[in-house]
């Protein structure tokens, strides 16, 4: 997934965790563009003003449910990453993933594309020919610790994830571990990704880590979070020390669950890149230009074959220095 904003402001997150937090802290959403000219609109909860990550997870869009019925409708050109994992994850529709690797892979609801950028990676997101009507769903970036931020990069494709039921609802998880459910996906921090589904009118109580800090994404109407109602698109942040959440809707409900251990290096978010510094993102933004210029398939990050479009451009850098950041607003 893209940040395609033709200006994109620097993501500022990472860094030490404050030694005091708020108990519970309400993300409301920003609407940004998705895919070059023919976008579509989504809710990015993270980065926030003020709260930037949720453990390693650096960034949250939330889209749909869209009606593409005779439409395009996810188109993102191929464009860069590094530093990061994307997370794809879809309630409903379908999206097909091409990357510089050669991968091609179709994602439906309850299955992942997970690909690790790693030292750099690109890749192209739309949605397939004779799509269905309907695009709803969450892409998420994991930032990846400093001594795994140039692996080499890979995709993983996971369609049987482990799921944890009981009359009250069920919780797939995507990555990490919950109520000893473990997602098969490769992590590189202490993490836990799960989509909650609820059902209707019940409270659906789910054991947490406690060394974690969580935050609950409402993916539908009438979610509640330990009998606070979050409206849809929001992100409720929990904060850390809770050994258990309850969640509950008044229809059939659905959310993602997110946490892990707090993120405590400072980082440097821009457009698609994840750097420690400033010189480390202009060198990955040249090294994509003169890519994307020439179609080097051996630079840096390869080139995606099958996309009926070129590349996306990077955007000009900002006047000033990009800085590292702390994982809030608020001074380590």
Not at 66 to 92: E, F, K, N, R, Y
Not at 207 to 234: K, N, Q, T, W, Y
Request: contains cysteine; negative net charge.
């Amino acid at each position: 997934m893209s940040n395609v904003e033709q200006q994109p402001a620097e993501l500022r997150c990472g860094g030490a965790a404050t030694a005091a937090e708020p108990e519970a802290e309400l993300l409301e959403p920003r609407t940004v563009p998705l895919g070059g000219p023919r976008a579509m609109m989504v809710g990015r909860t993270l980065p926030n003003r003020d709260r930037r990550m949720v453990g390693a997870w650096c960034f949250a869009d939330f889209y749909g449910p869209a009606d593409i019925a005779g439409q395009p409708g996810m188109q993102v050109p191929p464009h860069p990453h590094t530093g990061l994992q994307t997370v794809s994850w879809l309630l409903d529709g379908e999206v097909l993933h091409r990357d510089s690797l050669g991968n091609e892979q179709l994602v439906r609801p309850g299955e992942l594309n997970l690909m690790t950028a790693g030292r750099g990676i690109s890749h192209s997101e739309e949605s397939p020919t004779g799509h269905g009507p309907v695009l709803h769903g969450a892409q998420l970036w994991v930032a990846l610790p400093g001594e795994q931020r140039d692996v080499a990069p890979h995709f993983e494709h996971h369609g049987d994830l482990p799921v944890v039921s009981s009359s009250d609802g069920s919780a797939t998880v995507l990555m990490g571990e919950l109520a000893e459910a473990v997602s098969p996906a490769r992590a590189y921090t202490p993490l836990m990704g799960a989509e909650v589904s609820i059902t209707a009118g019940r409270t659906l109580k789910l054991p947490l880590e406690a060394d974690f800090e969580h935050a609950v994404l409402a993916m539908s109407d009438g979610i509640s979070v330990d009998g606070r109602p979050v409206r849809v698109g929001d992100m409720l942040y929990l904060g850390r020390g809770r050994e258990q959440l309850e969640l509950g809707s008044g229809g059939p409900g659905r959310a993602l669950l997110l946490g892990g251990v707090p993120f405590e290096e400072q980082i440097v978010m821009w457009w698609n890149f994840v750097g420690r510094s400033h010189d480390e993102v202009v060198q990955a933004r040249e090294e994509w230009e003169q890519g994307r210029v020439s179609g080097a398939p051996d630079g840096r990050f390869g080139v995606v074959h099958g996309y009926p479009e070129p590349a996306l451009p990077a955007p000009a850098l900002p006047n000033a220095e990009l800085r590292a950041r702390g994982r809030t607003r608020r001074p380590s």
